[in-house]
């Protein structure tokens, strides 16, 4: 799978770029309107410990809004990992942008790389099987696109973007509609090229939704046995997701009942940013 963010995610790069540095730098950056109009400076980017880089574009958006001078020079691609105490990157150009840019540049990398980091320990935990990790919609407001790119680098998918490309059935909406076949029903008639997911608590509506064509059958909060047996009984008539507080060290015993995914809030929702520190004059 490519991580190249590509056009899709070039215009979300620039405007969540242009919303962080309008958060930091609001009127003007008045500790940087200090230093001489003609300094020049040349800085690197240093990866404090091991690492699954990702934000590179975020990173050098940062820097092109600021100043058209400011280069900054890759010495790592998204996705690649990195040992401790590496230099990622350098930066070089005028001094007074590079220095307003610094804080903002380096909060998109800490946070893009920690997701992609999270998501290469849950990868690498079902090696092997033909289960693949998800992602959620448990994102931080405004970067969920950014945080879904960092997953893939990472090594694991994404789930629906949204609310918009792709049906999740819950219990609320079949309460309202009256049941599961009468709202996969309707799902089906206003969305048909759309894939329709349906999430159930027990095995009987395991069975309502495979008898209702559902695509995709979430089992929430499932346990190890009922898990096998709702594979047994889908038999291959829809796919089956395993979701519901799931820990790095279940993965491997849940990839093993020939479920096809388990989604993951933890890949987005409980990041810890990586440190990334930016010297100067090197």
Known sequence: MSTDPGSALS???????????????????????LVAPDAAITAS?????????????????????????????????????????TVVCSVTGPAAPVLTGERTALNFLQLLSGTATTARGYARAIEGSHTNILDTRKTLPGLRRAQKYAVRCGGCSNHRIG???AVLI??????????????????????P?????VEV???????????????????DNFDREAIGDAVARSRGRAKLEVSGNIALED???????????????????NVR?????MRFGI
């Open 11 to 33: 215009d979300d790069v620039a405007s969540a770029v242009a919303l962080a540095l309008a958060e930091d730098v609001g009127h003007g950056d008045v500790t940087a309107a």
């Open 45 to 85: 980017v240093l990866c404090r410990e091991s690492a699954v880089l990702c934000g590179v574009a975020w990173f050098d958006e940062v820097f092109r809004q600021l100043h058209g001078d400011i280069a900054v020079h890759w010495r790592f691609a998204d996705g690649d990992a990195v040992e401790a105490d």
């Open 163 to 165: 609310l918009f490309d």
């Open 170 to 191: 819950k219990d609320n909406h079949i309460a309202n509609a009256g049941s599961i076949a009468k709202v996969v029903a309707a799902a089906r008639r206003n969305n």
């Open 193 to 197: 090229e759309l894939t329709i997911e």
């Open 201 to 219: 608590t027990n095995l009987s509506e395991l069975d309502e939704a495979l008898s209702a064509g559902a695509d995709v059958v979430m089992l």
């Open 251 to 269: 993965l491997s015993e849940l990839a093993s009942t020939g479920v096809d995914y388990i989604s993951v809030g933890a890949l987005t929702k």
């Open 273 to 277: 940013a990586i440190d990334f520190s």
